[in-house]
C-alpha cells in the first residue's frame, strides 16, 4: 500500500533555506492571514459544540466534561435538534449511559478536531505503544490507520510522529510544503524509543522554521535511556522549544522528581502532567503511592509555571504563585 502511496524521492530531506524557499511562495498577505489566524487559535477546553443543518454535534475530550454535554444536550433537542455525541469521554462502555437517553453515541464524523481549535489537523489515529494509562490505544488501536488526505493546518496532532512509517511521515511533511503552511505545533510529539537521527534530519528543516517545540513524553523511569537519548540529540535546539511531558503520580514521588529534574539537566523544560483515572467524572487527580492531591497540583504549578528557574520544589510556596495547571495539550480523535 505504501508503495502506491508515494513516489520515491532523489533527496527525502531540505536545508532550511530552501525550505524557506518553498514557504515563500505563499503571497505575505496569506501568511500574514496564517499566522494571525494561529494566534488567535485557541482549544475550547476539551468540549466542542456545533450544528448542522437539524443536528447539534457534541465532541467531549474528557469525562469530566459529560455533565456539561448532557445539559447542552437537553438544550438541543429542546430546540428541535437532532443530536450526536462523541468522543474519548464517550469510548468506555461504563461512560455511555451519560447521554444515552439524550443523544446518538459514536459514529464517524470528519474532521471533528477542527471544532476544538480551527488550526489543528491530524494525519494518522492509533498508537502502537500501548501506554496503560493512554486511551488512545484502546479507542483507534495499536496500528496506524493513516489519513494521507488530511487538512494542513499550523497545528499537527498525531499521536505519535516518530512512530509512522518513514514514507508516510515524508509524505505528510511533502503536503505541508506543497501547502506553504508553516508547523507551528506538532502537538502530541514524537515518541523517544523511536526517536532517531534520521527522523530528527527529516522533520528538523520543517518544525523548526515553523519554530514549533519539540514535543515528547518522559512518562516511566524505564524511558530513561531512550528519553537522555533524544534530548542528547537535540542538544544544540534552544530549551524554549524542547517541551517534555512529564507523567507524575504514576510512580512514587522521588522517582517522579527525577524524572522532571533530568529533563531540567539536560536544557529542556518539562510540562508536567498529573496522572487522572481514565473514567474521572472530576477534574481531579487520582492519588497514589505516597503522593497526595495537593501535592500533585503544587508539583504542576511549579513545573508548568516555570518556578522550577526560581527556585527547587522544596522552596515551592503555593501561597506566592497563582498559575493554573494548564489544559492537557493531547487532543487524541475527539469523535469516535
Known sequence: MLEKLFVPRPSRYFGRSTLLRILNRTKDSDRTSTWSAMDKAKWVGGFAEWT????????IAFTWLLDIAAARAIWYR????RVR???????LVQMKHELADLAELGGDVPDAIAHHN???TIASRGCPVGCHFCIVPAMEGREFTLLPDFPVRPILCDNNLSALPAEYQ???????LAEGVPLLDANSGFEPATFTPDVYARWAPLLNAGRGPWRFAFDETKESADVRRVMKMLANEPPKRKRVYVLIG?????????RIQSV???????HVQPLMKLNALQREPWVRYDWT???????????????????????????LHNARIPALHEQPSLFA
Not at 511549579?302 to 518556578?307: D, E, F, L, P, S
Request: with cysteine; proline share 7%.
Open 170 to 176: 515524508q509524505h505528510i511533511i511533502d503536503r505541508y
Open 118 to 120: 480551527p488550526q489543528a
Open 264 to 270: 531540567i539537566d539536560h536544557g529542556c523544560e518539562p
Open 85 to 91: 455525541a462523541g468522543g474519548p469521554a464517550l469510548f
Open 293 to 319: 492531591a495537593q501535592k500533585l497540583r503544587d508539583v504542576a504549578r511549579w513545573a508548568n509555571g516555570w518556578v522550577w528557574k526560581r527556585a527547587p520544589f522544596a522552596e515551592y510556596d503555593r501561597s
Open 250 to 258: 504514576n510512580e512514587p514521588f522521588d522517582d517522579c522528581m527525577q
Open 52 to 59: 448542522e443543518g437539524d443536528t447539534a454535534f457534541l465532541s
Open 78 to 81: 429542546a430546540l428541535g435538534y
